[in-house]
């Protein structure tokens, strides 16, 4: 480098704003004081964190690498086209977007690439384990958009595959959406490319879940099936927080068009950058380990919690997370949320398919691997950990107990080693 690095420099921080610096210190505190099971959060790298921090924030960028608005482009380009040739090699895509700012603006684009108000959308429902963006009436796909939505089996808490057929034949959608926040089993994606082509419906896949298990070849990939596949950066693929899409070459203009300008204005160049980050470091050998360790993890987690006398939705998992029902336990995901909080364990209170309880309240939990295998623990360390949940949820005087058991565990393995 012909010029010195002019990164995150933390005492500039504390000299100029010590409030704030003390945030950012308790909130590394926390990250390295507990276990952090939430499944939609990871600890992503310092070569990420070092991309983010970085003089890119500055850059005004609206338009695409070679087509922008304004001057003095030129090297931010470079991250971008670096980022997309990434993406579209990891993940066999035709077309990627690095630029939406989030998993929700993500599918907002694609809704406004694909559909116009008022047309017909099928997707899961948020109460089986879907997303908000995904037809819910408080926001804007339930408002703006007819939602028709498929849930799970109640026998199997499977996804009904029949349900899906059945009613796309009858409301005719113009795009069908895969894709969960809380399913722990893998997603039929041929099932759902049939069942798109059949009512000549689009198929979007959000896979902001389990995109990072794809990356490292842990599971199978929508892509081939998919006519677009929007995610998050953040989740099991461990870049930073953020959004991306992949389409087929044939919508790469209209997907471009409905991130800038139609839905954003400026992209974050040094998320961007970051992004790009993240994509180099999931192409390597190591990752592909660590992709298939998150689930290997999940599993014992969710057995060592079956073992417990915890039901995991759906008999098990074949991902990163697993849905635990507590309704044995008489206890509600919201106190087993703040039992396990006041542990030192953070994970959250979740909706279980046909959940007699409203969502603030709920019946079960979600717990999710990709952080505490970012830091290094095993299937050993989830046997330890599904017996600290159980305990930590069946009595909460044992709280401080089970912290120091927690303490013990995070010092030899911990989040940002010094
Ligand atoms: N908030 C994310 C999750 O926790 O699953 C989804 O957007």
Known sequence: ?????????????????????????????????????IASENLTSPAVLAALGSTLS???????????????????????EIGIARAKELFGAEHANLQPHSGASANFAVYAALLNPGDTVLAMSLPHGGHLTHGSKVSFSGKWFDVAAYGVREDTELIDYDQVRELARERRPKMIICGATAYPRLIDFAAFRSIADEVGAWLMVDAAHFIGLVAGG??????????????????????????????????????????????????????????????????????ARYARQVIANAQVLSGGLAAEGIR????????????????????????????????????NK????????????????????????????????????????????????AAAEIATAVSALVTKYPAYPR
């Open 312 to 347: 995991p939705v759906a008999g098990g998992t074949d991902t990163h997370l697993a849905l635990l029902d507590l309704r044995e336990l008489d206890v509600s995901g919201r106190d087993a949320e703040a039992r396990c909080g006041a542990a030192s364990i953070t994970l």
């Open 58 to 80: 500055n850059k005004y960028a609206e338009g695409y690498p070679g087509r922008r608005y304004y001057g003095g482009c030129e090297v931010v380009d470079r991250a971008e």
């Open 350 to 397: 979740n909706a279980i398919p046909y959940d007699p309880q409203p969502p603030a309240i709920s019946s079960g939990i979600r717990v999710g691997t990709p952080a505490v295998t970012t830091q290094g623990m095993g299937e050993g360390e989830m046997k330890e950990i599904a017996g600290l949940i159980a305990r930590a949820v069946r009595d909460p005087a």
């Open 1 to 37: 480098m012909s010029t010195p690095f002019w990164g995150p420099d933390f005492g500039q921080l504390a000299d100029t704003d010590p409030e704030i610096a003390e945030v950012v210190l308790d909130e590394l505190a926390r990250l390295r004081g507990g276990l952090q099971l």
């Open 218 to 287: 842990a599971i199978p990939s929508p892509v081939p099936y998919a006519d677009v596949v929007s995610f998050t950066t953040h989740k099991v693929l461990r870049g930073p927080r953020g959004g991306m899409i992949l389409a087929r070459e044939e919508l790469a203009a209209r997907i471009d068009k409905a991130v800038f300008p139609f839905s954003q204005g400026g992209p974050l160049m040094h998320a961007v950058a970051a992004k790009a980050v993240a994509l180099r470091e999931a192409a390597t050998p190591a990752y």
